[in-house]
C-alpha cells in the first residue's frame, strides 16, 4: 500500500501563506520563506512579484514584508479553503500570466564583442515578453559587482545574466557571491565552480579552444609546419585560446620549441610597438610561417606593421584573427575565427528562462558549450 504525502498547497494558498508568515514575523528573506512553504527559492520569487504587483506585500532586499495590515491581505488568507480544490480549478499558469519578468544583464564592454551577446539576449527575450535591464561595467569585478547590487536590490531582477570577473581576490569574491544571491544566475562566456565539491556554476559559452585548435588544422591543411600563437594578457579568452593552439599543435606533431608564443600587452599599452616588433623578430628568426592572433585590432595592427617592413601577407606570413569583429576590414581581410556570439545569448537567455520556469529546486546545472566556426579570407590563403 502506497501512503501519499500532504498535497502542495495551491498557488493562491502559498501566497495566502507567505502573507500569514509575514505578518507574524515581519520580514523574511527569500530562503526563509522556501524553507518554511517547502518550494523553491524561485517560487517563492514569483509569488513575491505577484503579491507585490497587487500592492499586498513588498519588496526589499533579498525578502519581503508587509506594508501594513490591510483588508485585500485579510481576504487573501481567508482564501485558504479547508479542503483544496482540484489543481484545475486554480491553475498557476493563468494567474502568472500577468507577471512580466525582468532579467538584469551585466557584461564588460558595450562596444565590442559584447553587443551581439546582448543582441542574442533581447531577441531572445521579446519573443517571451521578458524585460532585459542592461548595464556596462569594465571588466573590474568591484564594478561588476556594484551593478549587480543595484539590479538585484533596487530593480528586483528575477534573474541574472553576467560575464563576471572570475579571477583574483576580488573576482572570487564576486563568484561567491553570485552563488549565494536570492536570483537564479547564469554566467555567458564564463565558467566557475563554487562550493567544496567544486560544483559548476550555470553557464553558456563560446569553445574558444575548438576554435582556436580549428585556425591550427586550416593552417596546417595549408601546408604551414610552424605556427605560432598571439594573445593578450588580460583578456578571459586568451588562456582557451592558447589551450586550443597547444593541443592542436601537439597532435598534428607540428614544433612548439622554436615557434612564436607570445602573451603580450593590447595595442592600446604603450608597450605594444616594441612587442609588437619583438613578436615579427621572432616570427623572422623561427622561421614561422603563419600566426593565430586574438583579438581583431591586435592582428590588423600586426599586419600593418608586417607591410611596412615588407612581409607579404599570406605569402611570408599568414594570419588568422580571433574574434570577427573588424577582421573583414584588414586589407587583406583576414581570415578569423567567429565565436557564436548572438547564439550565446540565446542560449544564455534561455537557460535562465528554463530555471525561473522550473519549480524543481533540484533541478541540474547545466553548462552549454557552443562551437565557433571558422571564416577564411585572403589572409591565409
Same mark, same amino acid.
Given at each position: 500500500?502506497?501512503?501519499?504525502?500532504? *498535497? !502542495?498547497?495551491?498557488?493562491?494558498?502559498?501566497?495566502?501563506?507567505?502573507? *500569514?508568515?509575514?505578518?507574524?514575523?515581519?520580514?523574511?528573506?527569500?530562503?526563509?520563506?522556501?524553507?518554511?512553504?517547502?518550494?523553491?527559492?524561485?517560487?517563492?520569487?514569483?509569488?513575491?512579484?505577484?503579491?507585490? %504587483?497587487?500592492?499586498?506585500?513588498?519588496?526589499?532586499?533579498?525578502?519581503?514584508?508587509?506594508?501594513?495590515?490591510?483588508? !485585500?491581505?485579510?481576504?487573501?488568507? @481567508?482564501?485558504?479553503?479547508?479542503?483544496?480544490?482540484?489543481?484545475?480549478?486554480?491553475?498557476?499558469?493563468?494567474?502568472?500570466?500577468?507577471?512580466?519578468?525582468?532579467?538584469?544583464?551585466?557584461?564588460? @564592454?558595450?562596444?565590442?564583442?559584447?553587443?551581439?551577446?546582448?543582441?542574442?539576449?533581447?531577441?531572445?527575450?521579446?519573443?517571451?515578453?521578458?524585460?532585459?535591464?542592461?548595464?556596462? !561595467?569594465?571588466?573590474?569585478?568591484?564594478?561588476?559587482?556594484?551593478? =549587480?547590487?543595484?539590479?538585484?536590490? @533596487?530593480?528586483?531582477?528575477?534573474?541574472?545574466?553576467?560575464?563576471?570577473?572570475?579571477?583574483?581576490?576580488?573576482?572570487?569574491? =564576486?563568484?561567491?557571491?553570485?552563488?549565494?544571491?536570492?536570483?537564479?544566475?547564469?554566467?555567458?562566456?564564463?565558467? !566557475?565552480?563554487?562550493?567544496?565539491?567544486?560544483?559548476?556554476?550555470?553557464?553558456?559559452? @563560446?569553445?574558444?579552444?575548438?576554435?582556436?585548435?580549428?585556425?591550427?588544422?586550416?593552417?596546417?591543411?595549408?601546408?604551414?609546419?610552424?605556427?605560432?600563437?598571439?594573445?593578450?594578457?588580460?583578456?578571459?579568452?586568451?588562456?582557451?585560446?592558447?589551450?586550443?593552439?597547444?593541443?592542436?599543435?601537439?597532435?598534428?606533431?607540428?614544433?612548439?620549441?622554436?615557434?612564436?608564443?607570445?602573451?603580450?600587452?593590447?595595442?592600446?599599452?604603450?608597450?605594444?610597438?616594441?612587442?609588437?616588433?619583438?613578436?615579427?623578430?621572432?616570427?623572422?628568426?623561427?622561421?614561422?610561417?603563419?600566426?593565430?592572433?586574438?583579438?581583431?585590432?591586435?592582428?590588423? %595592427?600586426?599586419?600593418?606593421?608586417?607591410?611596412?617592413?615588407?612581409?607579404?601577407?599570406?605569402?611570408?606570413?599568414?594570419?588568422?584573427?580571433?574574434?570577427?569583429?573588424?577582421?573583414?576590414?584588414?586589407?587583406?581581410?583576414?581570415?578569423?575565427?567567429?565565436?557564436?556570439?548572438?547564439?550565446?545569448?540565446?542560449?544564455?537567455?534561455?537557460?535562465?528562462?528554463?530555471?525561473?520556469?522550473?519549480?524543481?529546486?533540484?533541478?541540474?546545472?547545466?553548462?552549454?558549450?557552443?562551437?565557433?566556426?571558422?571564416?577564411?579570407?585572403?589572409?591565409?590563403?
Amino acid at each position: 500500500m502506497t501512503v501519499s504525502g500532504p *498535497a !502542495a498547497p495551491l498557488p493562491d494558498e502559498r501566497r495566502a501563506q507567505v502573507i *500569514a508568515l509575514l505578518r507574524r514575523r515581519g520580514v523574511l528573506r527569500v530562503t526563509e520563506l522556501a524553507s518554511e512553504l517547502d518550494v523553491s527559492a524561485i517560487t517563492v520569487r514569483r509569488d513575491i512579484a505577484r503579491l507585490a %504587483s497587487q500592492g499586498l506585500i513588498r519588496r526589499v532586499r533579498g525578502g519581503a514584508a508587509l506594508p501594513g495590515a490591510t483588508m !485585500a491581505a485579510d481576504a487573501l488568507i @481567508s482564501q485558504i479553503p479547508e479542503v483544496s480544490a482540484s489543481p484545475e480549478a486554480m491553475p498557476e499558469a493563468a494567474g502568472d500570466a500577468g507577471t512580466r519578468a525582468t532579467v538584469g544583464m551585466v557584461v564588460p @564592454s558595450l562596444d565590442y564583442y559584447w553587443p551581439d551577446v546582448i543582441r542574442g539576449v533581447r531577441e531572445a527575450a521579446a519573443a517571451s515578453g521578458t524585460r532585459v535591464v542592461l548595464r556596462g !561595467a569594465t571588466y573590474q569585478a568591484a564594478d561588476e559587482r556594484r551593478q =549587480l547590487s543595484w539590479l538585484v536590490d @533596487s530593480v528586483g531582477v528575477d534573474g541574472l545574466l553576467v560575464a563576471p570577473t572570475t579571477t583574483g581576490e576580488d573576482g572570487e569574491e =564576486l563568484v561567491r557571491w553570485l552563488q549565494s544571491a536570492d536570483v537564479p544566475v547564469v554566467l555567458v562566456e564564463r565558467a !566557475a565552480a563554487v562550493g567544496p565539491y567544486r560544483e559548476a556554476m550555470e553557464s553558456v559559452v @563560446s569553445d574558444h579552444a575548438f576554435g582556436a585548435a580549428m585556425a591550427v588544422r586550416h593552417l596546417a591543411g595549408l601546408g604551414h609546419r610552424r605556427i605560432g600563437v598571439v594573445t593578450t594578457m588580460d583578456s578571459p579568452t586568451s588562456p582557451h585560446v592558447r589551450r586550443g593552439w597547444r593541443q592542436a599543435c601537439e597532435e598534428l606533431g607540428l614544433g612548439l620549441d622554436d615557434a612564436v608564443d607570445a602573451n603580450t600587452v593590447d595595442r592600446r599599452d604603450p608597450e605594444w610597438p616594441h612587442a609588437l616588433n619583438d613578436l615579427l623578430d621572432r616570427c623572422s628568426a623561427s622561421r614561422t610561417t603563419a600566426l593565430l592572433v586574438h583579438s581583431d585590432p591586435e592582428a590588423i %595592427s600586426l599586419v600593418e606593421s608586417c607591410q611596412e617592413r615588407g612581409i607579404r601577407i599570406p605569402k611570408d606570413l599568414a594570419v588568422v584573427a580571433y574574434d570577427d569583429e573588424v577582421a573583414e576590414l584588414c586589407d587583406p581581410p583576414l581570415t578569423a575565427v567567429r565565436p557564436p556570439k548572438s547564439a550565446v545569448g540565446h542560449a544564455a537567455f534561455g537557460l535562465l528562462s528554463a530555471r525561473l520556469a522550473d519549480d524543481d529546486a533540484h533541478r541540474p546545472r547545466h553548462r552549454v558549450v557552443i562551437e565557433p566556426r571558422l571564416v577564411v579570407r585572403s589572409s591565409s590563403l
